[in-house]
Structure formats: C-alpha cells, structure tokens
C-alpha cells in the first residue's frame, strides 16, 4: 500500500484521529477528551461529544500534517472493546469516511492496538504486556498466532478504580493524575514512609487482580481522619505492586524477558519505576512508549490498521461494532 492510513479511536471519553504514512511511521493524533464537571463518564453523553468534534478534528489532523483526505489508502477504526455508543460513532464515521474515498475500511482490536504502538515505539519483541487503562488490566503475552490473556482484573479496571476513588474526594475526572501529585506531595512530607496504619487489602487473586476491596478500604481511611496525601501514596503502592507482581510471575511462566507497560495508568511515573525494578532484578528489561501513545489515540488505530491491512478489510455488512472484544479474539497475521 501507497499512501496514509487513518485511525479513528472512540472507545469511552476520547475522540482521536491518528495517521501513520505509507510505511507504517506514526504521526501524533488529534484528540478531544470529553470531561465532565462532575461524575463519571456517562456513554450517551460521551458519544455526542464525539459527534460534536469529529468534524474538526478530522480536518485538524488532515492540516497537522500536511496532506489532504485524498491521500489516505485506509481508514481503521476500533471496533471493540468499549462504550458501546461511543463506538458506533467511531465506525459511522469511519464507514463514512472510506465509502467516501472508495478505500479499504478495518476494524480493529483497542487492546492490540496499544501493543502494537508499544511494540513499534519500544522496539520490543516479544514482551509480556501489562496493560493498564481506565476499563481494562490485564498481563498478556503471545502465543500460537494470538494474544493471551494470562491474568486480569475479576471487577473494575485499575484506572477505574482510581477515578472512582478520586471522584469521592472530589476531585474531578480523570483522578489519576491528582492521585500521583498527592502521593508524590506525601513523599515529600514523609520522605521515609511505613505502611502502618495505612494497610490495604491484597488484590492479587492467583494470576488474576481485584481492586473493588482496595477503593473500599482506602474510603474507610480517609473517612477515618487518615490524610489524603497518605492514603493516595498507600492506594497507588498497593495497586500497582499487585500488578507488577503478576506481571513477574507472567513473565517467569513465559521465559520472556521484556514487559511492555500499556494504558492510561502507564503513564504514572511510579507505575513504570516499579516496572523496571521488577525487570531489573530479573535481568529483564521494561518499557513504555511516550505518554501520549499511552492513552487512548487514534494513532495507534492507524497503526494497527495498517498492519492488518496487508492481510485483510472488513466489509460493510461485518463492520459492526462489538464492545466486549477480548484481546485474545485477534488472530496476529503481521508479527
């Protein structure tokens, strides 16, 4: 193929349109994230947010990198998993789109696609996978032509977990990030800290995680006169252990010796230094792509697209979207 492949990325609050050119090099998205004044993210609303920008940013990304819509071979979409109206208006868009400019149309998997971003910027291998987002966590590796799921969360995704718990605070969406200043705020003020007093449930189960008890127990606390701060940097060692310590252990059952970090929890600074000391102990290596191809993009759409194109299209009639895709329902035709 000739050209440049769009990626269109609509699976909960963000809208993003991503680019990558005829050899598969990457170029930064355009996005717009819905965020609510209070609250989670509600899908209708997500939704017609998406439909309100789409227009723009489509041009956006077309002028970002100077090329016009005649020049795109293909147009990706995620296909699942997801936010079910949120999907559907990234696949109208996308039908729209390739119908249009008479181009191939592929449907994509959301979670391969962030290991496959990762893979490319990373220039990892053959990695263990500790994907980490807002809906998802789950440790991954390849394995006969797919990717396998070796553990995952049994409730909430761990960014889930996170703005759910952030939200009671009051702190508005997304928590994540507030959570890691106010952890770091409380290294500062206690710059050798215990976890007396400030224990958590374990939220490793076998091979699988469970944070629900976690968001619980870390609500009993402040709701008890421990300090936010405290709580936060307690919230954010026991969470991130646990999937670190699955991790290790999917690591050792594989033999591999690369973990790839995936997701919008990636980007934490203390996320990714738990990760390499894991893999350092073990001899191994850890890494991360840049922050902006760890949250949700349309990049990493395009990318993905992009590969499958050499191998197959999705036809109108299957362009359908499904929002409980696995990660392992996605046959690997280009690695």
């Not at 309100?52 to 071979?73: F, P, R, S, W």
């Not at 979207?321 to 392992?328: A, C």
Request: net charge negative; with cysteine.
């Amino acid at each position: 193929m000739t050209g440049w492949t769009l990626g269109i990325e609509t699976t909960a609050h963000t809208l993003s349109f991503g680019l990558v050119d005829a050899d598969g090099k990457p170029y930064p998205a355009a996005s717009d994230t819905l965020r609510p004044d209070e609250g989670g993210i509600h899908p209708r609303e997500a939704a017609d947010h998406h439909k309100d920008v789409a227009a723009g940013l489509y041009a956006k990304v077309l002028e970002m990198h100077g090329i016009n819509q005649n020049q795109l071979t293909g147009v990706a979409y995620s296909q699942g998993p997801g936010l079910g109206p949120c999907l559907r208006v990234g696949a109208s868009i996308a039908r729209g789109i390739a119908t249009r400019l008479d181009v191939p149309l592929i449907g994509v998997n959301h979670c391969v696609a962030h290991i496959e971003i990762g893979r490319q910027q990373c220039g990892c291998q053959d990695p263990v996978l500790l994907y980490v987002s807002g809906g998802n966590t789950q440790v991954i590796a390849r394995l006969n032509g797919r990717y396998r799921v070796l553990g995952e969360t049994l409730d909430i995704g761990i960014g889930n977990m996170l703005d759910k718990f952030a939200r009671l605070q009051g702190i508005p969406f997304p928590g994540g990030p507030k959570i890691e200043e106010l952890a770091s705020a409380y290294l500062e003020r206690c710059p050798n800290p215990t976890m007396e007093g400030l224990e958590l449930p374990y939220a490793v189960r076998g091979m699988d995680l469970a944070f629900s008890g976690l968001l619980t127990a870390a609500q009993r606390l402040v709701e008890n006169g421990t300090e936010l701060d405290a709580v936060c940097w307690s919230l954010q060692e026991h969470a991130f252990a646990s999937c670190v310590e699955v991790a290790e252990r999917a690591m050792a059952h594989t033999g591999k010796s690369e973990l790839l970090l995936g997701g919008g929890v990636a980007c934490n600074e203390r996320m990714r230094t738990m990760s390499n000391m894991m893999a350092n102990d073990r001899e191994g290596t850890s890494h991360a792509p840049p922050k902006m191809y760890c949250i949700d993009n349309g990049t990493m759409i395009a990318l993905l697209g992009f590969l499958e194109l050499q191998n197959r299209t999705t036809h109108l009639n299957q362009s359908g979207i499904n929002q409980y895709l696995r990660t392992d329902q996605t046959p690997i035709q280009w690695a």
